[in-house]
């Protein structure tokens, strides 16, 4: 009999998260309809002094040509389950104005959606950020989003995350700064090594659009769609597909919690989930736990959390069962799980 | 597709593999044979390197280059006794395209080969580009040095039906080039092959335990990831060859035609007829795929009088069998168990 807990949610396998850097309102028409149709929820980055307006970022690709999404833009996407980053005050340098890209960013976004702002994504390159890098904790930041490609492991660095590019490009550059070679977006990035090693994977994209103007930086609707359908065949249910916030959200209340005082008898399994600090930013504290019974139940197991049933079960095979439910970060919890053998 | 190609076809790959995987080595820099030929022959898959034929045996030595290169310095050029020995090993041997020949004619290009030939005393078909430009500038002279295949870099998929002398390679490297920083991806293109039955071809200069440059070396440890990963997506269906080989085939193949098929009770004939899009005749043997009736009990194949030996595939009443295509050739399946009665 062991008790364990999940490294993902629902005792999943690995995790797919998408963020999509500037915001723009298009993304409304090109992207909702295909993350409804495959049930993922998208992460808008968004540079928060330039709200429902007109891009007006003179270096920008997008400078004058596309529109961030509004605040109200922004609180119906989060009733679809999307969320929403930070991604400074102007798309600066953090280093020039610090306080103003990376504090009042915040308060401005937070304002503007009724919510916490919990995840920061760097502009620009990431050179910008190493001097302002201790600002970001002390703003109440839980995690740092960069972009350099890789796979996130199941315990990572919150302050050092990785997105990996989703983009258009087919043929010849068309950035000689970004593109050194011709080369083609494979909508299996990373899923496969997420699969195996249990990591996180972070997307990020810009546009998406049918003519997207950007080739290295932006997606078209049948790239997505391409990309989604690779995330739900690979994955094939073992995948957790949530938006960055949430992920955050749990590893943090995974790290502080354990399990104590386990005690088995026949058909059935007490054990106390003991909390230790949370940081008082984190949203929701969903724990997953998953329990190999030293018997093989036949019939659903009940479990109570300080004798009430509010734990959802996410599978029941045989003598493993996983189930989760939202943990009191000021109290231990008593579970207990009753089956018939 | 007529009816002949329902019943009979050409598989795209040899032995009707889902998909081909090949890589390549630039330079051949002894320091990368040296570790990689031992991990290729753990793995089962021949390797391709490209050389500059009037550098074999020499010390990297252009000191002119800055810190770089005076790395590469420590270097040493494969010579011919260690590239005999690798194609004792069932690798092959291409010509590499020096940038200093890209104003040259294609006489220098065609010594550049002779010389290669004379060296390792095997006839030497391929030359490989470093980067996608000077492909593009060169083909032309390359094709009149007698050049059989060409190389470039374009980091993506070569398609079954592809009527083309240049073949793209995929990057296999340590670290991308920034500002993006692309991170390795050992899985990087292999999943879209298996789907779209397309062939993978990487490229990579130095493995080393320490890559000089980032972009273009990887590590021993970054290579036998990658083939582990080629072997867990291909299984049993996956293709390693020296690029020359399936280069050749997919010549081969898409020279080659199914022709006045005739079908009678227990019976099909057909002819091939073999019609080169250039003014080579290609030459070897090619994979057929039958899809018999299920009644068939003891198919059997004789192609200019000699029996060819056919497999069941995992589908039924499809049987796979192999044999050297001549142009006019005449095949015959037939039901051995209704013959014998």
Known sequence: MSVEICRWKHGLAFVYSITYDEGFADLIDHALPIHQKYGVPGHLVMVAGQLGQLRNIPSSTYHNVRRHLSPQQLRDLIQEGWSVGDHSMTHGDLNVDTHTEIVLSKEVLEEAIGQRVNVFHLPGADFSFAPAARYLEEAGFLAVFFADDRLNGHDPDLFALSRTLLYVIEGEPTCPLYDPFPRVYDPYHRLHEALETGGWIVDITHAVEPEPLALWKDATPDILDARFDCLRRVGDGREWAAEPEEVVDYILTRRAASVEDVQAEAAHVSFRLALGSIPRAVKCREISVSVRLSTVASCLPTVSVNGQASAEIDHFLGNELTFTWQADADHSQWIEIDWRS | ?341
């Open chain 2, 1 to 341: 597709m007529s009816y002949a190609d329902d019943v009979v076809r050409i598989a795209p790959w040899k032995d009707d593999r889902q998909f081909a995987y090949s890589i390549t080595y630039d330079e051949g820099l002894i320091e990368t044979l040296g570790f990689a030929w031992r991990i290729h022959r753990r793995f089962g898959i021949p390797g391709h390197v490209n050389v500059f034929p009037g550098m074999l045996g020499e010390l990297v030595g252009d000191t002119s280059a800055g810190f770089l290169q005076s790395l590469w310095n420590l270097q040493k050029y494969a010579d011919s006794d260690h590239l005999q020995f690798l194609v004792s090993e069932g690798w092959t041997i291409g010509c590499q395209f020096h940038l200093d020949d890209r104003d040259r004619p294609a006489g220098s290009l065609l010594q550049a080969r002779l010389s290669l030939e004379k060296a390792i005393a095997h006839p030497v078909r391929t030359l490989a580009f470093a980067d996608f430009k000077s492909c593009d500038a060169s083909q032309g002279a390359a094709r009149d040095a007698g050049f059989r295949w060409l190389f470039t870099l374009y980091d993506g998929l070569n398609a079954a039906d592809e009527a083309t002398d240049v073949v793209r390679r995929s990057p296999l490297f340590h670290e991308g080039p920034t500002p993006i920083r692309l991170a390795n991806d050992p899985y990087r293109l292999l999943a879209l092959a298996r789907d779209r039955r397309g062939w993978v071809v990487d490229v990579v200069r130095l493995v080393d335990r320490y890559p000089v440059d980032a972009a273009r070396d990887c590590t021993p440890a970054e290579l036998e990831t990658r083939f582990r990963a080629v072997h867990k997506i291909g299984e049993d269906r996956v293709w390693a060859a020296s690029p020359e080989i399936v280069a050749d085939y997919r010549y081969l193949r898409l020279s080659t035609h199914i022709r006045d098929y005739v079908s009678a009770p227990h019976q099909i004939r057909y002819t091939l007829a073999v019609t080169p899009a250039e003014d080579r005749a290609p030459q070897g043997q090619l994979t057929f795929v039958a899809h018999l009736d299920t009644t068939w009990r003891s198919p059997q194949a004789t192609v200019a009088g000699d029996t060819v030996p056919l497999r069941p595939s995992p589908e039924p009443g499809t049987w796979v069998f192999a044999h050297r295509v001549v142009d006019g050739l005449e095949a015959k399946i037939e039901d051995g168990s209704r013959r014998s009665a």
